[in-house]
């Protein structure tokens, strides 16, 4: 008994040892200096970029500053968007951009039932720079010249304000054609001085980076591929979380609704609720939620806390029983891209697709 005893007292010494060494934390290696992510990024660019460390020091300050990993994923998906969106040039060319430009113009001049005359002769008044801004409209190449002719016809010209307002129309831009409106609305943490404002940043490399960096990368989302979070980029945070949400509500109440990730439309009336909503609504005995529980719940449709809703699981619940099998997280949005800049039929999924080939490749060359 003796011997028992002391063997029990020896062995859970032993036994804490060993539990002891298996929960301890394995050291951690130490994060990689920026002069070799820098160099990383360099290499992994494709070969006809110019200035290759200028851009590779922007990226790597966008993923630090953010607490973005710099790993291969990280940076190829980056790079992948940069690609498509600009084939890395800060301000690149739009090809007719006078055109569209005026033809902007000529729209809101239409909705408010301006004459044609009132607006030439607004176009004729001299500009900040000595040019009129009909010579100014003329000359613009890249959306930076219209964004700044924009700002200063708004400004300057009392009719400019009666057609726009206060908001300049450009609302993209930048080598990541990132959305002017997502940059002042995550603007607190820039890192850099704003000499002028976030609108003017967003032009930049470090700042069309930064922010493109941040739409890309900047949340955390369920997926299981990079594909969803480049159609993301190109359709809103979760949108493809939300159109298989959509799938889902579809099978449940076995009705067709359009998979655009748009799971709330924007200023929908409680009274006046859009295509998703109205399918819920008629959900609502069998989710055990009412009207009310559905809106709250879909108020959150553009963040992570969403998942976690009763009406996110009991759809997924509902729509499996209905399917008699397990339903996809997640669906690239079926929606169709619509832009004065654009000239052939294109739609988010092919933009995802196209730079999930880019993002193939890059990760092909970091060899992952």
């Known amino acids: 008994m003796d011997r028992i005893i002391a063997l ?11 539990l002891t060494g298996c929960l301890a934390p394995r050291p951690q290696a130490p994060p990689r200096r920026p002069v070799d992510v820098r160099a990383q990024i360099a290499q992994l660019m494709p070969a006809q970029v110019g200035d290759r460390e200028g851009w590779a020091a922007d990226i790597e300050a966008a993923l630090r500053t953010q607490d973005i990993e710099p790993t291969a994923a990280n940076v190829c998906a980056v790079l992948a968007v940069a690609e498509q969106e600009s084939t890395f040039r800060t301000d690149p060319p739009v090809p007719g951009l006078p055109g569209i430009a005026r033809a902007e113009i000529d729209r809101r001049a239409a909705a408010l039932h301006l004459p044609d005359f009132l607006v030439d002769a607004a176009l004729r008044i001299p500009s900040p720079d000595g040019r009129s801004y009909r010579e100014r409209l003329a000359a613009v190449r890249t959306e930076r010249d219209m964004s700044a002719m924009f700002d200063d016809f708004i400004g300057m010209v009392p009719l400019g304000q009666r057609l726009f307002g206060r908001l300049n129309p450009v609302r993209t831009g930048g080598p990541m054609q990132v959305s002017i409106a997502f940059a002042e609305a995550h603007a607190s943490r820039y890192p850099y001085p704003v000499e002028t404002s976030i609108r003017h940043e967003v032009f930049s ?29 190109n359709a809103g945070w979760y949108a493809s979380r939300n159109a298989a949400f959509q799938n889902a509500v579809g099978i449940a109440a076995g009705v067709p609704l359009a998979l655009d990730g748009d799971v709330l439309q924007p200023d929908a009336a409680f009274d006046q609720p859009g295509q998703t909503e109205r399918a819920l609504r008629t ?9 009310r529980d559905i809106r709250r719940a879909l108020e959150r449709g553009d963040s992570e ?7 996110y699981e009991r759809v997924f619940e509902l729509a499996e029983r209905t399917a008699r099998k397990p339903l996809p997280r997640a669906l690239v949005p079926r929606i169709a891209l619509h832009s004065p800049k654009i000239t ?17 490749r890059c990760l092909k060359r970091a060899g992952a």
């Open 8 to 18: 029990r007292r020896f062995a859970a010494p032993v036994l804490l040892v060993a």
């Open 205 to 233: 490399r470090r700042g069309g980076v930064w922010f493109g960096t941040a739409h890309l990368l900047g949340y955390r989302a369920p997926y299981t591929q990079t594909l969803y979070r480049f159609a993301d980029f």
């Open 283 to 291: 959900l609502a005995r069998r989710l055990d939620l009412d009207a």
């Open 305 to 311: 806390a969403f998942e976690r809703t009763s009406l």
């Open 344 to 360: 052939r039929k294109l739609s988010t999924e092919w933009f995802a697709r196209r730079v999930d080939e880019r993002y193939r």
